[in-house]
């Protein structure tokens, strides 16, 4: 049963508060009344996760376990149920191995019992307030309280070519003003959202949950680098990317989007090139190799046409092309026994971190601000917006300086990892105040 069709049996099954109620100025009084902590409870507190967008991206796999690491560590005493939009493709059996107590909400019944057993809604991190129809209809239905951790508030239009409007953002605000907590991913995010408007109790920075993934697959990885015999510390990963995501290629029935195909074609090699200048240099100046891996499940094609098929011979004999899409665990185990990782997708680099392994970014205004969070975190010298000019030749030096210094790299990393942690914990504590912990 699709989800939209959940709160269709939902709807005539539950107690629904008066919506104006909720939207309007009376909210507290609303949730005041029927909100009762956790401590006042004869059960521990049970938390519902909104999480789980799409599994044709690791990035997007790697938020809910992430998030789930996090309520592990900081909230040990809460049962969680998670409440996903997508979990196939073997996921599910990952969270499932890794989280053994979680409850994953898989049909209409097991939706109503969340709804009538969870104190707290927690929407997870992604690219935008993703489920917000969803955090409206739990506090319409419930009236308990929800949060909002780590999400980035895009500032354009869904094709990047102007700013959104201000009625774009107008009912998102005030989703997000009725949150007990709102935490964005990126500073920039934050700014305008303030700027929007939103006031909500709490606002603040938390990185984006896919830092605290812990997910590992060491036999698969171990395996692969020996097929290919890349050594442990002896090489770098490298990401690819076209500026709009080609789900038309990754998901059956999405049809070719024309304008943002034209975009992509308009700008691959300008985008990319300095990423094969630094695969030459980084081959060329040390005794490094170079793994051409993929975040979503379009990039080894991506990888291969940009990168691999375009690299001067000598090169090319020290660069691994990767030919098959994997998931976040192969993946981080991969990640960890490099020297590094360097491209234009933004949650390998995110996961890297979060295991100490440096990660230079590459962004460019088509992939929201999410890319800022990097200086949030210290980690400026590893971001580069290509949209500016000046700065794609100082792509290369940078990856080639991580190859050159691996110590210093890792050095560097570790204090961003550590910016992370302080951040996790602050925030991790919000919600267990909420929780009347």
Not at 315 to 342: D, H, I, M, N, Q
Request: charged content about 25%.
């Amino acid at each position: 049963m699709k989800q939209t069709a959940f709160f269709e049996k939902i709807a005539d099954q539950q107690l629904a508060v008066n919506r104006r109620a909720f939207l309007g100025t009376g909210v507290s009084a609303v949730l005041g009344s029927q909100w009762v902590f956790a401590e006042t409870r004869a059960k521990r507190p049970q938390i519902l996760l909104r999480s789980s967008w799409q599994t044709v991206n690791i990035g997007d796999i790697a938020h809910t376990p992430g998030v789930l690491a996090l309520l592990e560590k900081h909230i040990p005493e809460a049962e969680v149920h998670l409440w996903p939009s997508k979990v196939t493709d073997g996921v599910d059996a990952i969270l499932a191995a890794r989280f053994p107590k979680l409850k994953i909400v898989s049909n209409a019944d097991e939706l109503k019992a969340a709804f009538s057993e969870c104190d707290f809604l927690l929407h997870g991190s992604g690219p935008s307030l993703v489920a917000e129809k969803d955090v409206v209809k739990w506090a319409a239905a419930t009236g308990r309280p929800y949060g909002v951790y780590g999400i980035t508030l895009p500032q354009q239009s869904s094709t990047a070519t102007q700013p959104a409007p201000d009625s774009v953002f107008e009912k998102t605000i005030g989703v997000l003003n009725n949150a007990r907590f709102v935490f964005f991913r990126d500073g920039v995010s934050l700014d305008l959202a303030k700027r929007k408007g939103c006031s909500a109790p709490v606002m603040g920075f938390a990185p984006d949950g896919a830092f605290a993934t812990d997910l590992r697959d060491d036999a698969k990885a171990a395996a692969f680098l020996k097929e290919h015999a890349l050594e442990d510390g002896q090489f770098l990963c490298c990401i690819a990317r076209l500026r709009f995501s080609e789900y038309w290629k990754m998901k059956p029935g999405v049809a070719l989007d024309e304008v943002k195909h034209a975009r992509n074609e308009a700008m691959r090699e300008h985008d990319l090139a300095p990423l094969r200048a630094a695969i030459v240099e980084v081959v060329r100046n040390t005794k490094m190799k170079v793994l051409l891996c993929p975040e979503d499940s379009s990039q080894m094609e991506v990888n291969r046409v940009n990168l691999y098929d375009k690299l001067p011979e000598d090169v090319k004999a020290r660069v691994v092309w990767r030919s098959t899409y994997w998931l976040p665990g192969e993946a981080l185990s991969v990640y960890v026994r490099s020297a590094g990782l360097f491209g234009a997708e933004m949650h390998s680099p995110i996961m890297c971190i979060g295991s100490g392994i440096p990660a230079v970014v590459c962004r460019w205004a088509e992939q929201t601000s999410k890319g800022f969070m990097w200086r949030d975190i210290g980690l400026e010298e590893w971001l580069f917006t290509l949209d500016n000019e000046e700065e794609l030749p100082r792509v290369a030096p940078a990856v080639l300086a991580i190859a050159k210094n691996p110590a210093a790299a890792k050095a560097k990393a570790a204090l961003g990892r550590d910016a992370v942690l302080k951040h996790q914990q602050s925030t991790m504590a919000v919600l267990r105040k909420e929780l009347g912990l």
